[in-house]
């Protein structure tokens, strides 16, 4: 049983920060790649950044690169992206997400658990 449960959203204006925060319950934890993944309203939910099971290996699609750090706490079973240089165009729903057991965090189609998803709204 996956559970994830997101925080640390809001409205900022252009060039500011957030940290979303994910808490995950999930069993062996260090053994599932996460990620975060965003939907605009009107737009398909998309991939932001994936990070492997070791933290070592990180995946970012190219809008974010630079301005978004993704990184996690296999102690803690959280999961952080930080925010920064944020644009009108990252304003959506942001979702963390659980890959497969075991799989890698390059492998986008493999991320099916979901947490609630929590707004980021940036505003010029």
């Known amino acids: 049983q996956v559970q994830l449960v997101e925080s640390g959203g809001g409205s900022v204006q252009v060039g500011g920060s957030l940290r979303l925060s994910c808490a995950a319950s999930?069993?062996?934890?260090?053994?599932?790649?996460m990620g975060w993944f965003r939907q605009a309203p009107g737009k398909e939910r998309e991939f932001v950044a994936t990070i492997s099971t070791s933290g070592i290996a990180t995946f970012y699609t190219n809008s974010v690169k630079g301005r978004f750090t993704i990184s996690r706490d296999n102690v803690k079973n959280t999961v952080i992206l930080q925010m920064n240089s944020l644009k009108p165009e990252d304003t959506a729903v942001y979702y963390c997400?659980?890959?497969?057991?075991?799989?890698?965090?390059?492998?986008?189609?493999?991320?099916?658990?979901w947490g609630q998803g929590t707004q980021v709204t940036v505003s010029s």
């Open positions: 997400a659980a890959g497969g057991l075991g799989s890698s965090a390059r492998d986008i189609s493999s991320f099916e658990s």
């Open positions: 999930i069993r062996l934890f260090s053994n599932y790649p």
